[in-house]
């Protein structure tokens, strides 16, 4: 069973937008913290944003803030990255990460080791 499923990445100039998405499977995604993380080559995987899904809020890498939204839809079993204003240095392989099952503010988000799922990776591009 595949728990975290990412799509949504594509090829934008500059100043483009790409929305992401995440469908988590509902263990997975029930009460947990998801986050979106990005990968270039050569260069470690980096924390993006991060969202509980039981409601205890949204948190950002200060490269994003205000480009960037998590959201999440509990019917869908679904978190989102809206990405706006996009620069050639987003450019990256975004993944799709969940915790051990509590709220973010109980983790260090950003940091790889508090996740144990991951999905597979969307490449998002942007050209200048």
């Known amino acids: 069973q595949v728990q975290l499923a990412e799509s949504g990445g594509g090829s934008v100039q500059a100043g483009g937008s790409l929305r992401l998405s995440c469908a988590a499977s509902e263990g997975t995604y029930n009460s947990n913290c998801l986050a979106w993380f990005r990968q270039v080559p050569g260069k470690e995987r980096e924390g993006v944003a991060a969202i509980g899904t039981g409601g205890d809020g949204t948190y950002y890498t200060d490269s994003v803030k205000g480009r960037f939204t998590i959201s999440q839809d509990n019917a869908q079993n679904t978190v989102y990255l809206q990405m706006n204003s996009l620069k050639p240095e987003d450019t990256a392989i975004y993944y799709c990460?969940?915790?051990?099952?509590?709220?973010?503010?109980?983790?260090?988000?950003?940091?790889?080791?508090?996740?144990?799922?991951w999905g597979q990776g969307t490449q998002v591009s942007v050209s200048s």
């Open positions: 990460a969940a915790g051990r099952g509590r709220a973010c503010r109980f983790y260090n988000w950003y940091a790889i080791y508090e996740y144990v799922t």
